[in-house]
């Protein structure tokens, strides 16, 4: 009897220093070997929706577009990337980990043609009527030009050189990447432009 006494006091006292050893991880192991009861009115469940950024779904969305999609020496990967401003794309060569062409709308030949160095562009057009202000007296005319460069027409642009350079280098057929973006607007005007000149997807 004694030693079943001693035995139980040897345990309690472990189990005590372990609980505080542990701490809440021995709270919640204790509480989920005790029988299941039902939850009382006041205690609730609360679920925490994972937040994510327009960006790291994009992201994912790439990722599981490069488990399906591979460059080859037969058939490279036509990837794009598109930010706020510019329109880059590369044909890439996932085999040898290599870069067969590129282009985008930082190159001096887009950029130049349609003024594209830092982004859309309004060069403005068209008779304006000012009051009399600052030394200009009313009925005064100023001619201002007005050119809307559209987003669509350079990324035509972009892809009609990407094409070119590819069909220079014997690339006829291309795996389309889009980058995790919809296929919609300058991605879609870019792919289109490509078909036309030449590039089989």
């Not at 189990?15 to 205690?43: D, I």
């Not at 030009?145 to 035509?156: F, G, N, S, T």
Request: aromatic share 6%.
């Amino acid at each position: 009897m004694s030693s079943s006494i001693s035995f139980l006091h040897i345990q309690s006292a472990l189990a005590s220093s372990q609980q505080l050893w542990m701490g809440p991880k021995l709270l919640t192991a204790a509480s989920s070997l005790r029988p299941h009861r039902h939850p009382s009115p006041s205690l609730s469940l609360v679920v925490e929706a994972k937040a994510r950024t327009r960006r790291e779904d994009r992201t994912a969305r790439h990722y599981r577009i490069r488990k399906k999609v591979e460059g080859t020496t037969e058939r490279p990967r036509l990837c794009v990337f598109r930010s706020n401003k510019h329109l880059y794309v590369q044909v890439i060569d996932d085999t040898k980990m290599h870069t067969l062409a590129s282009a985008s709308t930082m190159q001096k030949p887009i950029s130049e043609e349609f003024d594209y160095s830092s982004g859309p562009t309004l060069d403005k057009l068209g008779n304006l009527s000012m009051c009399a202000c600052g030394g200009l007296r009313l009925g005064e005319f100023v001619d201002l030009k007005l050119r809307i460069v559209e987003e669509r027409d350079v990324a035509k642009k972009v892809g009609e050189i990407i094409a070119k350079s590819c069909l220079e280098k014997g690339i006829t057929k291309v795996a389309f990447d889009r980058g995790g973006y919809p296929y919609h607007g300058r991605v879609e005007a870019l792919a289109n432009a490509a078909r036309e000149h030449g590039l089989q997807f």
